[in-house]
C-alpha cells in the first residue's frame, strides 16, 4: 500500500552534479524521517542523509559538505543535491521513508533503487 519510487540517477563525470528524488505514495497518514542510503559493490549499505518531518539533517561525513538533503512535506517527496561527485560515490542510491499509514500501522519503507555512477 506504500510505494517509494527513485529517480535522477545517471552517469556523470567527476566534479560534476545530480539531483535525485524520491516520491512516496499510497495509504500514508504521516512520514517522519525520510533518508537517502547507498551501496557500492561489494559493500554494505551506508547512510547518506537523513532529514525529519521539522527539517533536521544528518549527514555521513564522506558526503558533508557536497551533498544536500531537502524535503517537501506536501509532496510526500524528498531530494538529494549532490555536488562534486567523486568516483567513490558510484553506488545505488535507495531512498527510506520511517511512515505511519491511515491504519495506524508503522513502516519502515524502501525505495528500489536508482543508479548513481560516476566516471570519465
Known amino acids: 500500500q506504500v510505494q517509494l519510487v527513485e529517480s535522477g540517477g545517471a552517469l556523470v563525470q567527476p566534479g560534476g552534479s545530480l539531483r535525485l528524488s524520491c516520491v512516496a505514495s499510497?495509504?500514508?497518514?504521516?512520514?517522519?524521517?525520510m533518508g537517502w542510503y547507498r551501496q557500492a559493490p561489494g559493500k554494505q549499505r551506508e547512510l547518506v542523509a537523513t532529514?525529519?518531518?521539522?527539517?533536521?539533517?544528518n549527514y555521513a561525513d564522506s558526503v558533508t559538505g557536497r551533498f544536500t538533503i531537502s524535503r517537501d512535506n506536501a509532496k510526500n517527496t524528498v531530494y538529494l543535491q549532490m555536488n562534486s561527485l567523486r568516483p567513490e560515490d558510484t553506488a545505488v542510491y535507495y531512498c527510506n521513508a520511517d511512515l505511519v499509514t491511515t491504519n495506524l500501522r508503522r513502516f519502515d519503507s524502501w525505495g528500489q533503487g536508482t543508479q548513481v555512477t560516476v566516471s570519465s
Open positions: 499510497g495509504s500514508i497518514f504521516s512520514i517522519y524521517v
Open positions: 532529514i525529519t518531518r521539522s527539517g533536521r539533517t
